[in-house]
């Protein structure tokens, strides 16, 4: 099972020189790839009254794409999306985007994609929210051809390209493209066409019943890639028995998320993800 980490960008800031820190420790550390999660827009409570949204227009995010143009210049580990909010973005300029990290990072890249809960986003960026599942499969579709296809004709439903394609094409043909969710119908969407599977609960009961879905819908789960996510909120300890745990339920991946526990500065979370790191056994690494 590979280990990664959770980017903490809402708690990490803006400072390029503490994102450079914090990706040459993970590496040392052991970890094999970073994770970032995607907002383009935070809503303001103040004009949405009821607002119950998990993140606001004060919560920090980094946009994905430029943030692994960045981090592929200074580390080997693996980059990857959990969750790029794809309908909410024009298709081919996701294919082009997710095309040039992989290209940047010599094949060393996962797509994760997912349908997002923000309606205000949504609306500042143009896209209609209610069909965004329906549109995700299509995106999907036609991202395949145009990481795999020197020119493509494509016409959907939704999305519609007539003799064109990308230059450079990716190093990998096609990229990974992992899906998060846990509804019924994210699920049946994952079984037909993920390669990959970010699910939103711990190993239990719920897992067990979304692999049933799974495989009722037609999909072996063990043929999909399955990362976990783990916290360090209720310490060290408690986040390496979930690592085990996760491995245990048949997990390819697993990341461990040091936000939300009252880390103070950079070294805080690497402070964090050291005592997880040790408590599992990850090997350092000597980075040149």
Sequence with gaps: MQ?????PQTEIGADPVVIRAYAAAAEELGYQHILAYDHVLGADPEHHPGWDGPYDVDSTFHEPFVLFGYLAAITGL???????????????????????VDILTGGNFRLGV???WNKVEYDALGKDFTNRGRRLTEQVELMRQLW???TVTFTGRY???????????????PIPVWIGGGSEPALKRIAKIADGWFPPYQPGPKLSHA??????????????????RVGVTRGAEAAAEAVTNWGLAGATHVTVNTMGFGAVGVDSHIAALAEVAHLIGLPTREIS
């Excluded at 280990?3 to 980017?7: A, E, P, S, T």
């Excluded at 999305?159 to 043909?173: D, K």
């Design 114 to 116: 997912g349908l997002g």
């Design 78 to 100: 693996e980059l990857v999306t959990s969750v790029i909010v794809a309908p909410q973005r024009q298709t081919a300029l996701l294919a082009k985007q997710a095309a040039q």
């Design 148 to 150: 795999t296809q020197r």
């Design 211 to 228: 692999k049933e879905v799974l495989e009722a819908a037609g999909r072996d789960p063990k043929t999909l890639g399955m990362e976990g």
């Design 159 to 173: 999305e519609q390209v007539t003799g064109a394609g990308l230059a450079p094409l990716p190093v990998q043909r």
């Design 3 to 7: 280990v990664g980490v959770v980017f």
